[in-house]
């Protein structure tokens, strides 16, 4: 699909087929990021994500494999185990935000205790002056006005200045105190294995790259990991919680395949992912059903392009819509239903290549997807071999009806929703406690 705003030309690529050709096959000619004021103007330029194709880019992603790599991602799973358990342990008292906690343990081995974590709620606080400052059409907007940006405060449409002196003060907060936090707990010798410890160690003593500057590299790809992982793979949490309120007939079958495999003796773990392809199924249906980012970030042409006879010229907007791939008729028959089925051969094994593009492709891909995809699958298996996920009820008793409803905007999640969380079984409780108190 071709169309043009505001004097930009844009290509929305709606097929996998095509998305696959262009953007995995032929990667380079599509990894470059086009350029908006409105990033820099709010101090949110440091993101991986929206860097440029170039030098800087090239130095965030080394730095992020070196951390976030398939092999190096299983080291964190002790951490993520331990994680969840905690998490399950949290819904049956006073919930915190699972996915915050294992980002901030991976990106600065820290510890988040309580939902008023100082870090928390810095992060916390610089997506919500982000997301109120930042949409498609102010960044639109900014892009064919650009003396906007100089408005004073107190002058009427003066909101890019005011909103963006606050996020940039915020963000530099969000860059510069957790990695200031490590410093101190290295020096310390107190400090837990993380990203940025492992970072500031290895180049730290070397003249060519213990510089400020590869400091700043440093802080930058820890912000990125801590912003990037906590939204998404929170929505993500709460989409499956919304689906098993919908559909407990789900929920039941996956809970009689745990208990099959698994049992009631313990708790799940990685080692028994490959045994259960109901709850893999599970898992790929809920980024399926509702991606929590419908449409990634845009790329930018970097060279010009030839594809089935139609020219791509150089320049040119690319995005990636996500959600349409993920709701193909024909792939996904009944797409907007929730169903495991979509990924299951009739004899109950997970179908190749029908796993969502929630990641992203060829270059651009998230960094921290191997990282994701172990938070996401163990809160899943977690939840569903302990705990039983059903409607609310209301004052009188009676079960309120939930009808699923979202957020707009470029990362979505579901509206609040009344639920219940309650233990399977006296003995799922005893197995959470337990796993709490050896850990």
Request: with cysteine; charged share 25%; aromatic share 10%.
């Amino acid at each position: 699909m071709y169309s043009t705003i505001l004097g930009h030309e844009f290509i929305i690529i709606n097929s996998e087929e095509v998305a696959h050709t262009l953007l995995e096959q032929r990667s380079v000619a599509y990894a470059d990021k086009p350029f908006f004021s409105i990033m820099k103007l709010y101090g949110m330029d440091f993101n991986t994500g929206s860097l440029p194709y170039g030098d800087r880019w090239r130095q965030h992603r080394k730095l992020l494999h070196v951390g976030l790599k398939k092999e190096a991602s299983r080291e964190y799973q002790p951490m993520q185990l331990q994680k969840v358990h905690q998490f399950l342990q949290n819904l049956i008292g006073s919930p915190t935000q699972l996915s915050t906690a294992i980002v901030m343990a991976i990106a600065y081995g820290y510890d988040v205790t309580s939902v008023e974590d100082r870090f928390v709620t810095k992060v916390e606080h610089l997506l919500e002056l982000f997301l109120q400052g930042v949409t498609l059409g102010r960044a639109a907007l900014l892009e064919a006005m650009p003396f906007l940006q100089y408005i004073p405060s107190w002058f009427p449409g003066g909101i890019y200045d005011r909103l963006a002196r606050d996020c940039r003060s915020v963000a530099r907060e969000v860059l510069d105190d957790p990695v200031q936090y490590v410093k101190e707990e290295m020096a310390g010798g107190t400090t837990r294995q993380s990203l940025v410890k492992k970072l500031l160690g290895k180049y730290t003593d070397k003249d060519d790259m213990g510089t400020s500057e590869y400091e700043e590299t440093v802080k930058e790809v820890g912000a990125t990991v801590f912003t990037g992982g906590t939204e998404t793979t929170n929505s993500v949490i709460q989409v499956f919680f919304l689906a098993m309120v919908l559909h407990p007939e789900v929920q039941i079958k996956a809970q009689e395949e745990l208990d099959k495999v698994v049992g009631d003796g313990r708790l799940p773990d990685f080692s028994d992912r490959e045994k259960l392809p109901y709850i893999e199924a599970v898992y790929l249906e809920t980024r399926r059903w509702r991606p929590t980012v419908p449409i990634p970030h845009p790329r930018i042409t970097s060279t010009s392009d030839v594809y089935n006879g139609y020219y791509i010229p150089k320049g040119v907007i690319v995005l990636t819509n996500v959600w349409a791939m993920s709701h193909n008729e024909t792939r996904f028959p009944d797409p907007t239903s929730f169903k495991p089925e979509h990924h299951l051969s009739p004899t109950g094994e997970i179908l190749e290549g029908t796993a969502p593009h929630t990641f992203g492709f060829g270059l651009r891909q998230c960094p921290g997807k191997h990282l994701a995809d172990q938070s996401i699958w163990i809160a899943i298996v977690s939840v569903l071999a302990t705990l039983r996920i059903g409607k609310g009820k209301d004052s009188t008793g009676c079960e309120i009806n939930v009808k699923p409803d979202f957020t707009s905007g470029m990362e979505v999640h579901p509206k609040p929703f009344a639920c219940s969380i309650e233990p399977r079984s006296a003995n799922a409780e005893r197995l959470i406690r337990a796993s709490n108190k050896r850990e």
